[in-house]
């Protein structure tokens, strides 16, 4: 497909996208681009602006006005991680964000599950289904759903806590599980990761090891990352200095605290939130190779 016809299909499924959150009643919100701090991640470099970055992620301002009672609420968006780029990675990348109020993680995999058939029946519908490489992937066919516990165990031969202590998760996720989830026709949640991966989503309350946290992923690509929200400021504020921790043990520099959101946190209900690579989406649903090949132009030719 040539770069003309990848545009039209790009727009298409954005307006795509709109229209499924739209009808379902969720706002659609805008949020500053640029801001005083990110949630300090240890493996993500934000790009800084004179005293402010850009965001990384529209997550933070999004989660305030949850916070000021706003209840379903989405944006697409562009967001910038310095550093990032290859078959699958752009260093600026557009993103689909969206929120509820009043739900956990569970109703989150019933919207990506809503989501992807109405977006290949919307945009595909001579040939509803996903393709990356060699792979097909039906979103109609019955969803595979695993524990990260039963994915390292099962695909990798291996303990996921082992991986952790030994510091060899993401050798093992990325060299051993995620091609392994490749070969399912369907797409593939994991689910429930160990508490040290919990990001910003809350805990179990029945088991406080892990986390209620979920990816997809279509053709062995992860395509989005969810979770029910943690809303304890106090907790919060111990992952992201313990984030800061990590990246000074990694010769990283520390990064400045959200002092803004950490003071709302309390205030938010029980809520859930995903985040979701559109441009991973528009590769998939066009069956490109790259992701270079579904955006106007790539870093190397500005």
């Not at 379903?72 to 109020?101: A, K, N, V």
């Not at 109703?107 to 919307?122: A, E, F, G, K």
């Not at 313990?242 to 010769?251: D, H, K, T």
């Amino acid at each position: 497909m040539r770069k003309n016809a990848l545009l039209w299909q790009r727009a298409r499924v954005i307006k795509a996208i709109r229209d499924f959150f739209w009808e379902r009643g969720f706002l659609e919100v805008e949020t500053p681009l640029l801001i005083p701090a990110n949630a300090p991640e240890e493996h993500i470099d934000p790009v800084g602006v004179h005293s402010r970055y850009l965001h990384t992620s529209p997550e933070l301002c999004m989660k305030r006005l949850l916070c000021r009672g706003y209840g379903s609420i989405f944006q697409i968006c562009h967001c910038w991680r310095d550093g990032e780029r290859g078959g699958l990675h752009l260093p600026e990348f557009t993103m689909l964000e969206w929120y509820r109020s009043d739900c956990d993680y569970q109703q989150l995999m019933s919207d990506c599950r809503d989501l992807l058939q109405y977006l290949v029946s919307v945009c595909l519908p001579d040939s509803p289904v996903f393709r990356h490489k060699a792979y097909t992937i039906d979103p109609y066919a019955p969803w595979v759903t695993k524990t990260v516990e039963d994915a390292f165990r099962g695909h990798a031969h291996t303990d996921v806590w082992d991986c952790l202590e030994k510091g060899l998760y993401e050798e093992i996720l990325t060299e051993r599980v995620e091609p392994a989830l490749a070969g399912y026709g369907a797409p593939v949640i994991l689910r429930d990761y160990p508490e040290q991966l919990a990001a910003l989503s809350r805990t179990m309350p029945d088991n406080p090891m892990l986390a209620e946290r979920f990816e997809l992923y279509l053709g062995g690509v992860e395509l989005a990352n969810g979770f029910s929200e943690l809303n304890d400021p106090v907790e919060q504020r111990k992952r992201f200095e313990q984030a800061n921790f990590q990246r000074r043990a990694g010769g990283l520099s520390p990064l400045p605290l959200p002092e803004p959101f950490l003071k709302e946190l309390a205030d938010m209900p029980p809520a859930s939130g995903i985040a979701l690579g559109v441009d991973r989406l528009v590769m998939l649903m066009t069956g490109s190779d790259s992701i270079n090949d579904v955006v106007a132009f790539v870093p190397e030719e500005l």
